[in-house]
């Protein structure tokens, strides 16, 4: 089954213990089995080398739920990238045409709709729960592991419930369950009383019955977010901190023991209005106080990171604090956003923007190739693609760009190597802002000579002829069987003739 770079050590799972009917008798059982589906999905993903292109075709199966408004809710990580999804109704050895009407890679959900929606005719929805479950409630998981054809369903007792990192930066909240995982079918429901209390998507490999669930206020804020046909997120606080429980650190700051909180060690902007500074103390959110290791009472017998009342609290755009300053209270107001402000985006469900100029191919630089490159590679060269790697914009529009290929073969290259994926510095000079910002220079030159110098260490400057790169330029196109040398986004810029 596919991985998604959740939690480092999180794979996608189901939930599954046996196959075969469900023997208990729960009200709505049969139900519920008539609203799950089986999902085929053949993908395939960036070439981060070859941006113009995409990775050879792999398939995946995993288990969605039909929901009301004639949709199936799944996993974001089974139909990222999809060229082709077939749903399989329970019991049916049909498979029908489906297609993404929406995905969050971030939370790892997804809604699909059918090309044919006769099938809700037949099979209806299963219910969403209101309430989050509490810890000690019974859930069964629905689903489709590998192994067997037929729906399997397994039962287990909530054992935790986190608000917590995600992946690409996201928080949101996570249902712990102690049942069997094994591989193969993300994506199915966790029943109870008859109702969706979440979505199962992850397992931690060599553990023994531990297991995640997407719980439903995380499925309702997403279903709620997609109405207006986009996803946008919800709000976060991206301050940096650190917990105040060390008796010298609150003797340096000059508090007593009543006040507790989180310290503010790097505000997220450096703009003298902005309304943390270095050294507060977060004493709550809201009504809500905050102990010393961030955490809030949100109901009994359950405890929270405090970031949990962010989406609720700052939807406005605006979120209610109280602060100590060394050690005067103050009431503020911190702007808090959806939309990341990080130099490196994640490409999610999209593919590199990219420009090829001659022999070299541009591309814009992502989280994913953090993620993905040789960090060894990249520290020898002190590349700013490991170094900058968690940094925030120095301004709008500002990317990183790479040579994310070797030089395409041609004589007007003799003596050249571009080295591992370098970055993009100057070219004739000029300080290069984002992609689009090299494809403007580029096109605007009419120099003889065209430079490129770089951020990282070791790598040398290339020089060229500027008619030798345009001359060549089609040619090494056709070489490579390059059909298109811009990505979408990008081919605007400078149009092919």
């Not at 297609?99 to 809604?111: F, M, N, R, S, Y």
């Not at 070299?360 to 953090?370: P, Q, R």
């Not at 003799?414 to 370098?422: A, N, Q, S």
């Amino acid at each position: 089954m596919r991985i998604l770079t959740m939690l480092a050590c999180l794979v996608p799972v189901l939930v599954v213990s046996g196959i075969g009917r469900a023997q208990d008798g729960e009200a709505g059982a049969r139900d519920i089995r008539e609203s799950v589906v089986k999902i085929f999905s053949t993908y395939r993903q960036p070439d981060l080398r070859r941006p113009w292109s995409k990775q050879a075709p792999s398939e995946a199966t995993g288990t969605g739920v039909a929901i009301e408004g004639k949709r199936i809710l799944t996993n974001a990580h089974m139909v990222v990238y999809a060229s082709r999804i077939l749903v399989q109704p329970h019991e049916s050895s049909d498979k029908l045409e489906a297609e993404v009407v929406a995905v969050a890679p971030g939370i790892d959900l997804a809604l699909l709709k059918l090309r044919d929606e006769s099938y809700f005719d037949s099979h209806g929805a299963a219910p969403i729960q209101d309430e989050l479950p509490k810890v000690g409630e019974k859930v069964k998981a629905y689903g489709y592991p590998r192994g067997g054809n037929a729906l399997s369903i397994t039962e287990g007792i909530i054992s935790r419930i986190e608000y917590t990192d995600y992946s690409y930066g996201t928080l949101g909240l996570r249902i712990q369950v102690d049942a069997a995982l094994n591989p193969g079918n993300s994506g199915g429901p966790a029943i109870s009383n008859g109702k969706i209390v979440g979505l199962v998507f992850s397992g931690i490999p060599d553990a023994d019955n531990i297991g995640y669930i997407i719980p439903v206020e995380e499925i309702r804020a997403f279903l709620e977010d997609i109405k207006d046909g986009k996803h946008d997120g919800q709000p976060q606080v991206r301050e940096a901190m650190q917990t105040f429980e060390n008796p010298a650190l609150r003797e340096k700051l000059g508090v007593g023991r009543e006040v507790t909180g989180m310290i503010i060690t790097r505000p997220s902007s450096d703009d003298p209005a902005w309304p943390l500074k270095a050294w507060d103390i977060i004493t709550a959110v809201g009504p809500h106080n905050i102990d010393n290791t961030g955490m809030v009472q949100v109901a009994p017998n359950l405890r929270l990171r405090f970031d949990y009342f962010t989406p609720k609290l700052g939807a406005s755009g605006k979120l209610p604090l109280s602060i100590n300053r060394f050690g005067k209270a103050m009431q503020v107001e911190l702007p808090v956003y959806a939309e990341s402000r990080q130099l490196l985006s994640n490409l999610g469900n999209s593919y590199p923007s990219y420009f090829v100029y001659g022999p070299l191919v541009f591309s814009a630089v992502y989280s994913d190739h953090a993620r993905r490159l040789n960090m060894t590679a990249l520290a020898y060269r002190n590349s700013p693609i490991l170094t900058r790697a968690f940094d925030d914009r120095e301004f709008e529009g500002e990317q990183l760009v790479t040579v994310c290929s070797p030089l395409l073969p041609h004589a007007i290259t003799k003596g050249y190597d571009v080295d591992y994926f370098p970055c993009v510095a100057k070219v004739n000079g000029v300080a290069i802002k984002n992609l689009k910002h090299l494809v403007e220079t580029l096109k605007a030159e009419k120099s003889d000579f065209i430079v490129f110098e770089w951020h990282d260490h070791h790598v040398e400057n290339l020089v060229f002829k500027r008619t030798e790169l345009l001359d060549a330029w089609d040619d090494i196109l056709d070489d490579n069987g390059i059909r298109n040398r811009a990505s979408p986004d990008i081919a605007d810029v400078w149009p092919a003739k």
